[in-house]
């Protein structure tokens, strides 16, 4: 297979290097024409206009051969390397090190870079053209269809009887200006397409377009609203206009600024294209400006479109202002590796030149020339200002609270799970090709297929990751697919998940019915090759009426498991026993079996607030996979009845209630609830209780959340871990529900690093350590934490740190396990998460990455002024760190803020084992860590009992109490909190929370 493979590489090279030299001589044929039209020319505005031809030729013919020198080079570099095997025992070439080691990073320019007329003309600059100018171009043909479409009919309406010819003659107008934009687009987009060489390997990625340049993320291509300033200076090196008279006379130009298509601006018309025009624009919720040149001759004849996205422009200039904001003697992690210690200190944003009227002498904002399609430059000023309130300074940190976003409901049909997924780019149907541009589809959770909401219905192809219903009819039609590898240059989308396909070799085309595809797709496309998925769906439909059977409809399911669904062996009871065994440590391993004979395969019951109770026994090292959950239920009644004595269900002899508890401050609020200092009456023993509103629960159906919060706090009760906030008791009211714990006095991480500024690096390591036992028994117990922030983060009176607030943690994720709910806190959001793509238990990692960046530094890696603007600073920036830094501090933070979860420190099945291992904690003894036996370098201030100093004053000064509410609570809700109550064996007298 990989002598195939090499034979298959090398073929293609030498038929990518023949093209390649086919292409450069086409272009020096051309280059020595247009040479010899220039020396013919007399007319000097000719000879002008024919100078621009050679001068685009030139740039043509120096880029391919350049492409045509690398593929040389690259044969070349196989060639020795074949031949030398044998001597050099396989080692490379020098001069394939060489190259490799040269190489620039395929994503070294933004798109905003490569709009630039200063960029020349390379691999990433075409594709991104390409790309472009083809994904316009098919947006224009369904826009010239639809204007077809409507002249029709308001023609009809015209020939019997309307006295109108206003729509008619408005329907016209569109067509002229779409066959226009169609006409320069069309020959831009074959002009681009034929200086691209199809050849490219793994060390090419420089010539390829990469994913973000063909898959509009969400998170970045939101429209946004705010200010767009614009100065339009001069054009040059257009294309003409054709003309019916052989008189050359300088061109008369002007400029149409249109925002999503809606024209908001035009310049005056004006001879050798020198504008000077400023606009001011309102933006409301837009994504893209567009300026379209025309040049005034018997009709406006369009020569040139230029466009660029507002987002772009926006980013650009954020990023400029965060680096002039920085103190000089900022550098990148890449930069320390190598030994640079060159800062960022000067922000290089261009100033504008004065006397432009309306327009500061010094401005912020992107001045450049940038490409015009076909052909020429075009010069501008742009800025834009987002409508948003101020970003905070980069210098403070502030509190945010944890947001959840809920997916929608799920529509079950033909074992797909498809959820609501909201597009802003333009998407295909998979059943009836029509595109969908910010509209909701709906998205298979599984396999991914992504349908119109009205074609959900008409889905007929099971989804790979589920069995196929017993009575479910197969078509006799099952023709396979005949995928091969196909070079895409233009716009096509994936015939199942509907995203435009990336340029470059990447894509698969059927060789029968021209259906395209991802590489990874091709899986899950049925085999129903040559026949349209509405026919098919038709056919299936009349089949079942036919044998009297149900036509399948979708089914909107109340809830689904975020789990990842995938094919995997159901456990045997004794496997789930060991689990427990490993996970609680409760009892002894033939107990277990017993009580599960005697359960049988009965559903648990419906009550999940089952309290455990057990000894406190060490936690082992390694936790076997997650079990099912209504097993795991079944047996932690077992247990507790074996433990206990007592029938599952009773509680424990002592009560807690409302009336024990005197409520004395207020120490937190977020988004679902209220935590507050409380005394226990008559033992004057001072908790913390976090108090939530049944109301909330049952209007935002958040019952499995707040049962997974309690029996996260029981697992964490369950070894009584030092670095856990323990679990004193739970009672309920008949309008709220209570967790009572234990009191940390010394307030959050976030109060004293605003105190501080920061706690440098020895303090920020001693926390880091214990935080970093304190997940890792998380995840060892198959939780993963996702709500990491200094806010969560307690200090104990001794200095020790405590990780609280467990509402948004997540069970049965083992390695390997994924979930996908969009959840956390903005700042610390794994890129996975902001991308809604499945996540693992790296995303903790990626929070304790940001979390020891924040306590060093007291600053946090990634700004913005909205969510959104957190979002692309977490997909984008490249994290800047002080010279003075410590290598070892910025290695850990480089490590651990990996993009890419797969590469990223603690994501291997050795999970924290693998973070314990790196320089920068180097020297520790974990086992004292966890015994408490090293001294903290900082103690917290408490002055008295109740001394709530250490806490924020922004609520400290609030009136503790309940939150009045006039809900009543039906019975049936009611039954959901049914054994909520629970206390911990140790409540009492003698309470000890920690070993």
Not at 468 to 483: N, Q, S, Y
Not at 637 to 643: P, T, V
Not at 721 to 734: D, W
């Amino acid at each position: 297979m990989q002598a195939s493979s090499n034979l298959g590489h090398a073929g293609d090279l030498e038929s990518a290097i023949a093209k390649a030299r086919d292409k450069l001589e086409k272009e020096r044929i051309m280059l020595a024409k247009s040479r010899q039209i220039v020396s013919q020319m007399s007319n000097m505005n000719a000879k002008a206009d024919a100078q621009i031809m050679v001068h685009d030729a030139e740039q043509r013919v120096s880029y391919l051969e350049a492409e045509y020198r690398r593929l040389v080079q690259k044969r070349d570099d196989k060639n020795s390397i074949k031949s030398g095997t044998s001597v050099n025992d396989g080692r490379s070439s020098p001069s394939t090190l060489s190259e490799k080691s040269t190489r620039p990073h395929s994503m070294s320019f933004s798109k905003l870079d490569l709009r630039k007329a200063s960029s020349h003309l390379s691999g990433q600059k075409i594709s991104l053209k390409v790309h472009e100018i083809a994904y316009k171009l098919e947006v224009e043909r369904k826009i010239r269809d639809n204007a077809n479409r409507i002249r029709m009919l308001y023609s009809n309406d015209y020939q019997r009887g309307s006295k109108t010819k206003t729509h008619i003659t408005d329907s016209d107008r569109i067509l002229h200006e779409t066959n226009d934009r169609i006409r320069l687009l069309d020959y831009s987009l074959k002009k681009n397409q034929s200086l691209y060489v199809d050849y490219a390997d793994d060390d090419d990625a420089d010539t390829v377009i990469e994913d973000e340049f063909s898959q509009f993320q969400p998170a970045i291509r939101r429209p946004i609203t705010g200010k767009l300033q614009l100065r339009i200076h001069r054009a040059k090196d257009l294309r003409r206009a054709p003309i019916h008279t052989r008189a050359f006379r300088s061109p008369q130009h002007f400029v149409v600024v249109k925002i999503d298509g809606r024209v908001c601006g035009t310049t005056p018309i004006v001879k050798d294209s020198v504008f000077n025009h400023y606009f001011e624009i309102e933006v409301k919720k837009a994504s893209e400006v567009e300026l379209s040149v025309f040049e005034r001759v018997d009709k406006d004849y369009l020569v040139g479109l230029m466009w660029i996205r507002l987002s772009e422009i926006y980013e650009d200039i954020r990023k400029k202002e965060i680096v002039a904001e920085s103190s000089s003697g900022w550098t990148t992690a890449e930069q320390m590796s190598k030994g640079g210690a060159h800062g960022h200190g000067s922000s290089g944003v261009p100033h504008m030149p004065t006397n432009h009227g309306g327009q500061p002498d010094s401005a912020p904002g992107v001045l450049s020339s940038w490409d015009v399609e076909s052909q020429g430059q075009i010069e501008l000023w742009m800025n834009f200002t987002k409508s948003t309130a101020k970003r905070r300074p980069q210098s403070r940190l502030g509190r945010k609270a944890a947001v959840r976003k809920r997916r929608g409901p799920c529509i079950e049909m033909c074992g797909h799970h498809f959820y609501p997924l909201h597009t802003y780019s333009i998407m295909k149907c998979s059943v009836c090709n029509d595109h969908i541009v910010n509209e909701v589809g709906q998205q298979c959770d599984d396999c991914h297929l992504f349908v119109h909401q009205a074609c959900v219905n008409r889905v007929v192809a099971n989804c790979h990751f589920s069995d196929p219903p017993e009575d479910a009819v197969e078509l006799v039609h099952r023709i396979p697919h005949r995928f091969e590898q196909s070079t895409n240059i233009g716009a096509n989308w994936c015939c199942h998940c509907g995203n435009m396909l990336p340029i470059g070799r990447r894509a698969l085309k059927c060789t029968e019915c021209s259906a395209t595809c991802h590489a990874g797709c091709k899986d899950y496309v049925p085999t129903m090759c040559g026949l349209d998925m509405v026919k098919a769906s038709a056919m299936m439909n009349e089949i079942k009426r036919a044998k009297g059977a149900n036509v399948p409809q979708p089914k909107v399911l109340a809830k689904r498991d975020t789990m990842a669904k995938r094919p995997t062996a159901v456990p045997s009871a004794d496997a789930q026993v060991a689990d427990l065994q490993n996970r609680f440590g409760q009892m002894q391993a033939s107990s277990v079996p017993e009580r599960m004979s005697q359960m049988g395969h009965q559903r648990a019951n419906s009550n999940e607030f089952v309290p455990i109770r057990s000894n406190p026994q060490q936690r082992p090292a390694i936790v076997a996979p997650p079990i099912a959950h209504d097993a795991r239920e079944q047996i932690h009644q077992a247990m507790q009845q074996k433990q206990s004595g007592i029938p599952a269900g009773h509680q424990p002899p002592r009560k807690v209630g409302f009336e024990n508890f005197k409520f004395v401050k207020v120490l937190g609020k977020g988004n679902f609830g209220k935590v507050m200092l409380s005394e226990e009456k008559g033992t004057g023993k001072l908790y913390a209780i976090k108090v939530l509103k049944k109301e909330f629960i049952v209007e935002n159906d958040e019952f499995d959340s707040t049962r997974s919060e309690k029996r996260v706090l029981l697992i964490a009760n369950q070894d009584r871990h030092p670095f856990l906030v323990g679990l004193h008791s739970c009672f309920q009211t008949s309008n709220h529900i209570f967790f009572v714990m234990e009191y940390i006095s010394g307030g959050d991480l976030m109060m004293h690093v605003q105190k501080k500024g920061s706690f440098g690096e020895r303090q920020a390591k001693f926390f880091a350590c214990e935080i970093l036992l304190g997940l890792a028994y998380f995840h060892k117990a198959g939780i993963i934490y996702r709500d990491l922030k200094l806010d969560n983060i307690l200090l104990d009176n001794e200095g020790h740190v405590k990780i609280a607030d467990y509402g948004l943690c997540k069970e049965n994720m083992g390695y390997g396990q994924t979930t996908i709910t969009f959840c956390g806190t903005p700042e610390f959001m794994a890129p996975e998460i902001v991308l809604e793509q499945r996540y693992g238990r790296a995303v903790d990692w990626w929070a304790f990455g940001v979390l020891i960046y924040e306590m060093i530094l007291g600053t946090s890696p990634f700004h913005g002024e909205d969510e959104n603007e957190i979002f692309d600073s977490i997909l984008e920036d490249e994290i800047l760190y002080p010279v003075r830094m410590s290598r070892d501090s910025v290695f850990i933070c480089q490590a651990l803020l990996e993009k890419d979860p797969s590469k990223r420190l603690g994501s291997g099945p050795n999970d924290a084992e693998d973070i314990m291992k790196h320089s920068f904690f180097a020297g520790v003894n974990w086992d004292d860590v966890l015994n408490k036996k090293i001294s903290p370098l900082y103690v917290p201030e408490i002055r008295g009992r109740f001394d709530v100093s250490n806490f924020d004053p922004e609520f400290t000064t609030e009136k503790p109490g309940l939150t009045p509410t006039n809900t009543i609570i039906d019975k049936h809700d009611q039954r959901e909190f049914a054994d909520f109550d629970y206390v911990s064996p140790w409540a009492g007298a003698a309470e000890k929370w920690t070993r």
